[in-house]
């Protein structure tokens, strides 16, 4: 392994998808069947009503125990060994060492959560690890397969867990965020709990409830089945979902289910999405027209269930990204980090080189773009006191959206800045 390679890392709550950046082209790491991933690690989470879904991706930094592989191990420890593993499959893959790793992970993603990815990351080998939020990465990887210079998009990124809507512009290849809303929800489980609970509700009505024991021993199971229906629904108008005995305490039962009760079972969950995106356009003063693509992201945004609302309001703008775009947005950014670190590295020898009056060689290094607009401050002298900003005009936007009525806006905007300034004081 002579060569070093940027790599990206989609931490998902199903499974990890990873590329890598070689002579300007992303590198896909194809997951078989024996490569580690966090398939079956969705597990349960006690609520006061009764249980629901979580992942090992959400159960970071609680210190929770699960049985995984036969035994119970530390959330921490189990996602560490599968870090390692990934370490080992991608330069096994690539026959290349790794020499910077960027992981995608949601923008909401709590602060203590990123220090554990990047600390678990570390100690699984990787070097010099960085972090990228899920809609950013989104567009990176799009705008690079598609060669875009300018845009403006927005990207409805809906996961298993939490859901996101961003606006960001591209400009001259550079990405800036115009507006952000994020939630636990409406996402993936929750449709799979409407299905569910579609399901349990029609056994009550018939008379023979499903046994209470097997009910949460199989809630995984059911889930499973339920998620099946919703998949093959978007395709057929009528679906069949079959219980096995285990299930249903007694013998395979089937239950007939239609596109229509979907519909009115997710009707709730859809117009609650919808209204995020209606509020970031509105509230970054924007239109439908003015936005260039949206980018679906997420297993759920697959369905018809959302693209049908989408192309409502966008038609033929909307785009349902591939599963891999998280880790090829992250893989650019990556080999970003390293071109921009290897050019400030050859300024410093090329500083050092005039002094001594050696020559020196600069290797070309990978860029994202061909134009790099990023300013540069320069100064032989302490000249450049970096000024405190003006916080006042935050101040006012909150007061504004509280006068309003407005609180739970003005509370999600106070959490998306505060975890972006831990992010970049994590990162630092």
């Known amino acids: ?52 879904f979580t992942s090992m991706k959400q159960q970071l930094g609680t210190g929770q125990s699960y049985m995984y592989l036969g035994k119970k191990q530390n959330v921490e420890d189990i996602v560490k060994n599968q870090f390692v593993e990934i370490k080992k499959s991608v330069e096994e893959y690539a026959g290349e060492s790794i020499n910077k790793l960027v992981v995608s992970v949601p923008s909401r993603y709590a602060s203590f959560r990123r220090s554990d990815i990047v600390k678990i990351a570390t100690y699984a080998g990787f070097p010099d690890v960085s972090l990228i939020n899920d809609c950013t990465a989104a567009a990176i990887g799009f705008s ?4 875009i210079e300018t845009s403006t998009l927005l990207v409805f990124s809906m996961g298993y867990i939490g859901f996101e809507v961003s606006l960001l512009r591209i400009m001259k290849g550079q990405i800036r965020e115009i507006a952000h809303e994020g939630s636990d ?6 449709f799979e709990l409407e299905v569910m609970k579609y399901c349990l ?45 285990y299930i249903t305490g ?17 009707s709730s969950h859809i117009a609650m999405s919808m209204n995020q995106v209606d509020d970031i356009i509105e509230d970054a003063n924007l239109s439908y ?51 921009q670190k290897n050019n400030s590295d050859s300024d410093i020898n090329d500083e050092l080189s005039e002094k001594k009056g050696i020559d020196s060689n600069n290797k070309n290094t990978l860029q994202y773009t061909s134009e790099d607009n990023e300013e540069k401050f320069q100064s032989d002298s302490t000249e450049n006191e970096i000024l405190e900003p003006d916080i006042e005009p935050l101040i006012n936007y909150i007061n504004i959206l509280v006068n309003k009525g407005d609180t739970q806006k003005a509370k999600n905007f106070f959490e998306t800045v505060s975890q972006k300034i831990e992010s970049i004081i994590i990162m630092a």
């Open 201 to 245: 509700e029609y056994f009550e009505k018939r008379g023979t409830p499903l046994p209470t024991k097997t009910y949460r021993n199989h809630w995984l199971d059911l889930g499973r089945i339920s998620s099946q229906v919703i998949q093959q629904l978007s395709m057929d108008q009528e679906a069949s979902m079959v219980l096995p005995s």
């Open 185 to 190: 929800g409406p996402a993936g489980c929750d």
């Open 1 to 52: 392994m002579s060569n070093l390679i940027p790599v990206g890392l989609d931490f998902g709550s199903f499974k990890y998808t990873a590329a890598y950046v070689q002579e300007n082209t992303i590198v896909p790491i194809p997951v078989t069947a024996n490569d580690p991933s966090w398939i079956g690690l969705i597990i349960l989470k006690p609520t006061d009503t009764g249980l629901t």
């Open 289 to 339: 027209n003015d936005i260039d693509k949206v980018l679906l992201l997420g297993g759920v945004t697959h369905s018809h269930f959302i693209q049908e609302n989408m192309e409502k309001r966008f038609g033929e703008k909307v785009i349902t990204l591939s599963e891999d775009i998280l880790a090829r947005g992250a893989a650019v950014q990556a080999s970003r980090l390293v071109s």
């Open 144 to 147: 690079f397969d598609q060669s």
């Open 250 to 266: 007694n013998k395979i039962e089937k239950i007939n289910i239609t596109r229509s009760d979907l519909n009115k079972l997710f």
